[in-house]
């Protein structure tokens, strides 16, 4: 079963930054879709906000972090990071790490939970006024 383990959030001002991990276990697939989602207070739905495949290390984002957000791997460690800058309250969020096999890494695909069977505990990021 795979296993993702989510740190590194916390409370941060407005402008400021914040690196997150994911650090995967027992991945299935040699190469994986591995996305950072969100969910904001009050909504139902986790948001897609950053993709990388694992194979190459191409990356996709969200247009609401374009430019702010970097989304990385470790792959001697098997972790994902996310490099978070620029901060707005609007950030404020649970962060989760998820993961899914094969290369079809697309936002139009990857960025939809509903793909999703492995996802980590999340993190918090909080960023204030």
């Known amino acids: 079963q795979v296993q993702l383990v989510e740190s590194g959030g916390g409370s941060v001002q407005a402008g400021g930054s914040v690196r997150l991990s994911c650090a995967a276990s027992r991945l299935t697939y040699s190469s994986n879709c591995m996305v950072w989602f969100r969910q904001a207070p009050g909504k139902e739905r986790r948001e897609g906000v950053a993709?990388?495949?694992?194979?190459?290390?191409?990356?996709a984002y969200a247009d609401s972090v374009k430019g702010r957000f970097t989304i990385s791997q470790d792959i001697a460690k098997n972790t994902v990071y996310l490099q978070m800058n620029s901060l707005k309250p609007e950030d404020t969020a649970m962060y989760y790490c998820a993961a899914r096999g094969g290369s079809m890494c697309h936002p139009s695909v990857s960025f939809d939970p509903e793909r999703f069977v492995s996802w980590g505990q999340g993190t918090q990021v909080t960023v204030s006024s």
């Open positions: 993709v990388i495949y694992t194979g190459t290390g191409s990356t």
